[in-house]
């Protein structure tokens, strides 16, 4: 059965704490794997699509790695403006989005 | 330019009443799906369009859900005989097509998402 599965659940780091947030994923096939980033009370963000394994995106202080089974979202000296739940989405062999959890960022000033 | 809208941004309904969720999307865009969110929840697909039609409708929940989509730009999603368990926040997203059409992903972008709740 296609999954993906985010960890952790909840992550909270110190303003200027790197730390990176993992997306694991079971579908054959990739065609697209997205990170998202979710403020409360808001629709969800885009944030990057990677395709193939070894691909890196960056973004100001977030940088997005691919494997052909996980991928990384590396957050690099946060600031609490990056506070929010970070969402990971790969089709599946069917072109339905799987959707992961979330993970739950807090940066604490 | 502007981005995805939705109507109303809440909702308060009483049990068993019918409601109507309205969702625009960005000009252009041939893809546009429904989700739901529960609180503190992960996205549950509910549905989705190529231009007006429905090739997938087994996210509906229950047969009180429905959805429809005009002109290639407006959709609603209609919920009737709403119960306690419809409550959530109802968000829509479009994209420029679905994965279907060209084999290659396109990304969704979110409206702000309608507030469901049922008393």
């Known amino acids: 059965e296609d999954q993906v599965t985010q960890s952790p659940e909840a992550l909270r780091l110190q303003e200027g704490e790197s730390s990176s947030l993992n997306c694991s994923y079971t579908?054959?096939?990739?065609?697209?794997l997205f990170w998202y980033r979710q403020d409360p009370g808001k629709g969800p963000e885009f944030l990057f699509t990677?395709?193939?394994?070894?691909e890196e995106k960056e973004k100001e202080r977030l940088k997005a790695t691919l494997t052909k089974k996980e991928s990384f979202l590396h957050i690099t000296a946060p600031k609490p403006e990056d506070s929010a739940t970070y969402l990971c989405?790969?089709?599946?062999?069917?072109?339905?989005?799987?959707w992961g959890a979330g993970t739950k960022l807090i940066i604490k000033p | 330019g502007a981005g995805v809208s939705q109507s109303p941004s809440n909702k308060v309904t009483e049990k068993g009443k019918d409601v109507e969720l309205r969702c625009d999307p960005i000009?252009?865009?041939?893809?546009l799906y429904w989700y739901r969110q529960r609180l503190g929840q992960g996205l549950e697909f509910l549905i989705y369009?190529?231009?007006?039609?429905?090739?997938?409708k087994s996210g509906l929940p229950s047969d009180r859900f429905s959805a429809e989509r005009t002109g290639e730009s407006v959709s609603t999603l209609t919920i009737q005989r709403t119960q306690q368990e419809d409550s959530a926040v109802y968000l829509c997203?479009?994209?420029?097509?679905?994965?279907?059409?060209?084999?290659?992903?396109?990304?969704?972008?979110f409206g702000p998402g309608t507030r469901l709740t049922v008393t």
């Open positions: 997203a479009s994209s420029l097509f679905t994965i279907a059409v060209f084999a290659r992903s396109y990304e969704q972008y």
């Open positions: 000009s252009g865009h041939t893809a």
């Open positions: 369009f190529q231009g007006n039609s429905a090739p997938d």
């Open positions: 579908v054959s096939g990739l065609r697209g």
């Open positions: 990677l395709y193939s394994a070894g």
């Open positions: 989405a790969v089709y599946d062999s069917n072109y339905q989005l799987i």
